[in-house]
C-alpha cells in the first residue's frame, strides 16, 4: 500500500506538470487551500471522494489517484506496452491515459478486423461448391441412368431431360479452358 507521503509527493508533480498553484488547484478541485496543502505533504489521507475531485481538477484519471493511494490495485493484465507506458515518469497521467486508450482502440480494432476475415473466409468455404458435392452428383446422375435402364421402381418419376441438361463448371485458375460434360459425353469446348 502507498504511503500518504507518495500520494502527495504524486499529486504535487502532476500539479507542477500541469503547471497550475496549490490555489488553482484547490478553486478546480472544490477543496480548501490548507487542506490540499497537507495533502501534498503527507499530512492528511484524502478519500475516495476528495481524490476524485483533485483528479479532475488535474484532469487526470481517478484511477491513477486511487492506485498511488492504495485504494486500488494497479491493473495486472496489460502486456509489456502498457507497463511501460505507466512505468515511465516523463508522462503526465493525462498522457499515459490517452496512449493506453489508442493503444487499446488499436487492439480493438484488430481483433474486430480479425473476426470479419475469419467470418468472410467461413462464408467463402460454405459458398464454394466443393469438389465432394460435385463428384456425388455425378454418382448420383450415373446412379438415376442405371436405375432408368433396368426399370427399377421410381424410375419413372425421374427428369431424365432435367438431368441431361449440361454442366458448366466454374474455370480454373490454371486452366483456361472450359470443360462441358452431359450424362455420358465430356467435351472440351474452345
Do not use: W
Not at 30 to 48: F, K, M, T, W
Not at 108 to 134: C, G, M, Y
Not at 138 to 145: A, E, F, K, N, Y
Amino acid at each position: 500500500m502507498a504511503s500518504s507521503f507518495d500520494l502527495g509527493e504524486f499529486i504535487r508533480e502532476q500539479r507542477r506538470n500541469a503547471q497550475i498553484s496549490v490555489r488553482q488547484l484547490s478553486k478546480l478541485a472544490g477543496v480548501s487551500n490548507p487542506y490540499l496543502s497537507q495533502i501534498e505533504r503527507g499530512l492528511r489521507r484524502p478519500s475516495a471522494e476528495i481524490l476524485q475531485q483533485i483528479a479532475k481538477g488535474l484532469r487526470i484519471s481517478a484511477e491513477a489517484l486511487y492506485v498511488q493511494a492504495g485504494i486500488l490495485d494497479e491493473r495486472i493484465a496489460g502486456g509489456v506496452v502498457v507497463d511501460a507506458v505507466l512505468a515511465d515518469a516523463t508522462l503526465t497521467e493525462r498522457q499515459k491515459q490517452v496512449m493506453l486508450e489508442v493503444y487499446d482502440s488499436f487492439r480493438k480494432e484488430n481483433q474486430r478486423r480479425q473476426t470479419d476475415e475469419a467470418l468472410a473466409a467461413q462464408v467463402a468455404r460454405r459458398a464454394a461448391p466443393s469438389n465432394d458435392a460435385f463428384a456425388e452428383a455425378v454418382d448420383t446422375i450415373g446412379d438415376l441412368d442405371d436405375a432408368d435402364r433396368s426399370g427399377v421402381d421410381g424410375a419413372d418419376d425421374v427428369d431424365v431431360e432435367r438431368v441431361a441438361e449440361p454442366v458448366v463448371l466454374p474455370p480454373s485458375s490454371s486452366a483456361p479452358m472450359r470443360t462441358t460434360m452431359t450424362r455420358h459425353n465430356p467435351r472440351r469446348l474452345p
